[in-house]
């Protein structure tokens, strides 16, 4: 049984609409980047290369030129998009599902800015947590969820990988859902609620790992029909481009999937997650011995405790005494 209502989950990000826009408007903003200067270095390339008599190896290296440059900038450029869009999506579907009213049209992204600013002063501190969070749960993932663990039957090692690789991917939802807390507990100290929500998390790792996974096949399912889609329109617009046929079609179409994936079927696994994490933890406290586990495997959330301990705030009560909790 799942912990997530997907019909409710899929009301509530209708009435984020603006942000589902924002989202869409920004990710093919990056796909257009893409085919735009793909294209463009392939065309210089193709020109260069017949110059010197080798038109398709001059196109194929400008088009990586092209591609490669697009994605060093959007690496740089990720600390604010998580700022910007990410982190403001998240709060405003933290007040849907506390039941709380917030605003319509562009008010709405106003009013997730405020909320984000008020809670991270700097991208960087958002940023910061992200990244030390991404860290603790592939740690934890690797120690707790191993494949010897989940499958321990000799002889099925390319099975277990893709285990291990599905569980994996389904993590990428957790440190949203990580986020999703900080914001929800209003703390003023984000590197202590991150702490905390780390924490819950692993207590009930079990059944929010099986939520995980099912929307991790869900969206794996819905990028590959986007990817069919796609393909025929980005081989076309691809086509305008000399020498940029062949490998860098599937490539533009795979981002272009991409793209449109972050920007709504991302959105959907996320808030369905995040649904699933409060309805669990609901009424749970951070155990002890939990936090006690996860220092002794991870040296980032032992990190992020003394983040924590450096910032903390008055108004931020110690971890409590141990406690069980759902999937201990």
Known sequence: MLDFRLGQV?????????????RLLVYMAITLAYVVLTGTGAGIGWLLGTAGGDAGG?????????????????????????????????????????????????????YAGTMVRERFAQSSVLFGIDQLVKGILRVFNRVTLGAASVLP?????????????????????????VLAHNIRTQSTNPWAASRDAVVLYAQ?????LKNAVFLTFI????????????????????GLFPGVAGFWTFALAAVTAWGLKAAL????????????????????????????????????????????????????????????????
């Open 58 to 110: 001059g196109a194929f290296w400008g088009g990586l030129a092209g591609f490669g440059l697009t994605s060093g900038v959007l690496y740089w450029a990720r600390e604010y998009l998580l700022y910007l869009v990410k982190a403001g999506h998240i709060a405003v579907l933290t007040q849907l599902l506390d039941g709380k009213a917030i605003p319509d049209g562009r008010g709405q992204i106003d």
């Open 204 to 208: 009930n790792y079990k059944a929010l």
């Open 265 to 328: 079927v991302d959105p959907l696994a996320m808030t369905a997650l995040m649904q699933a994490y409060f309805k669990l933890t609901e009424g749970q406290v951070p155990s002890a011995d939990w936090s006690a586990r996860l220092e002794t495997i991870s040296d980032r959330f032992r990190a992020l405790k003394d983040k924590a301990a450096a910032t903390r705030a008055p108004a931020d009560a110690p971890l409590p005494m141990p406690r069980t909790g759902a999937g201990t």
């Open 153 to 177: 039957l000799p002889g099925l090692e390319p099975l277990m990988k893709l285990v291990n690789a599905v569980i994996n991917t389904s993590l990428t939802y957790v440190d949203e859902v």
């Open 10 to 22: 899929i009301g509530l990000l209708l009435r984020t609409l603006p942000f589902l826009v924002l």
């Open 219 to 238: 969206a794996w399912g819905l990028t590959l029909l986007i990817f069919l889609v796609v393909f025929a329109p980005v081989a076309a617009l691809v």
